[in-house]
């Protein structure tokens, strides 16, 4: 199980600080959740599946202001003209992206794999054990995993 | 390029798209915007265009399906559609170039990607 976690940390890094660098221009750094607590920050939250090879639930957790930030350089607009409903979308796409990249990275050249819409969500506390954290820009995000069948994520990886 | 047709149900992902189209010189284009598949098809039925722009995976309607209602009308045939997807795989782009699909290209997309895959229609409207 560790060595799963060592590895899917390792990708998750990869794929994570790939997709913000080419979206936003915005480098990550890996710290523990104590570290990403203690900024208190409001947090936003979406899901996603990974409906094949097996089924697996991804979570990316943002704060509010980095998302906003990100929001304003990637759209040129004042924090006045952002809306809600933009932050939402910003962060389902970072996700789809993300989630895109990080199948693509843990499976075998040419496997197939089909991701879900985005969705919301509220869900404040982590209940997966591989929760991966993260600072940019002086703001905590994390990215959480959840298998239905971790055996049968192990024997398809890219090990 | 006069018309560029994009559909995504990400309005994130079309901003993108526009900017980096922008970027490699094709900001004089007029972007039309379709958050599906459905929408997309409706659009370029609606007045030609001179290529369509359409993520893989939407609501109503997903890329692949535009992508074949596009390949089976006799007006449509022609228009390159270049598909973008964060859910991509080889075995997946041999498929939609086996469709008609013009190119297939992997998110996250930026300005570089996108001039190479579009090079032969901008160099062939130069020629």
């Known amino acids: 199980m560790e060595e799963l976690t060592t590895f899917l940390h390792q990708k998750t890094t990869e794929v994570l600080e790939e997709t913000l660098e080419n979206m936003a221009f915005v480098s990550i750094e890996e710290c523990t959740s104590d570290e990403a607590l203690n900024l208190k920050q409001q947090m936003l939250g979406v899901n996603l599946l990974i409906t094949e090879p097996e089924l697996l639930e991804m979570r990316l957790n943002v704060s509010k202001e980095l998302l906003y930030q990100i929001a304003e350089t990637m759209y040129t607009m004042d924090r006045d003209e952002l809306n809600d409903q933009l932050i939402n979308d910003l962060l389902a796409e970072i996700l789809n992206t993300l989630a895109g990249r990080f199948m693509t990275e843990i499976l075998p050249p040419d496997s197939d794999f089909a991701l879900s819409i985005p969705e919301l969500s509220d869900e404040e506390e982590s209940t997966s054990e591989l929760t991966f954290n993260y600072i940019a820009e002086d703001f905590p995000l994390s990215v959480e995993i959840k298998a239905a069948e971790m055996d049968n994520l192990n024997s398809l990886l890219n090990t | ?127």
């Open chain 2, 1 to 127: 390029m006069k018309r560029i047709v994009i559909a995504d149900d990400s309005g994130t992902a079309r901003m993108m798209i526009c900017r980096c189209l922008e970027i490699i010189g094709l900001a004089d284009a007029e972007f039309a915007e379709a958050e599906n598949g459905k929408e997309g098809l409706k659009l370029v039925k609606q007045e030609p265009a001179d290529l369509l722009i359409s993520d893989l995976n939407m609501p109503i309607m997903d890329g692949e399906s535009l992508l074949k209602w596009v390949k089976a009308s006799p007006k449509l045939v022609d228009l390159p559609v270049l598909i973008i997807t964060s859910a991509g795989n080889q075995a997946k782009t041999d498929k939609l170039l086996e469709m008609g699909a013009f190119a297939v290209l992997n998110k996250p997309i930026n300005p570089a990607m996108l001039s190479e895959a579009l090079a032969p229609l901008i160099n062939s409207e130069d020629s």
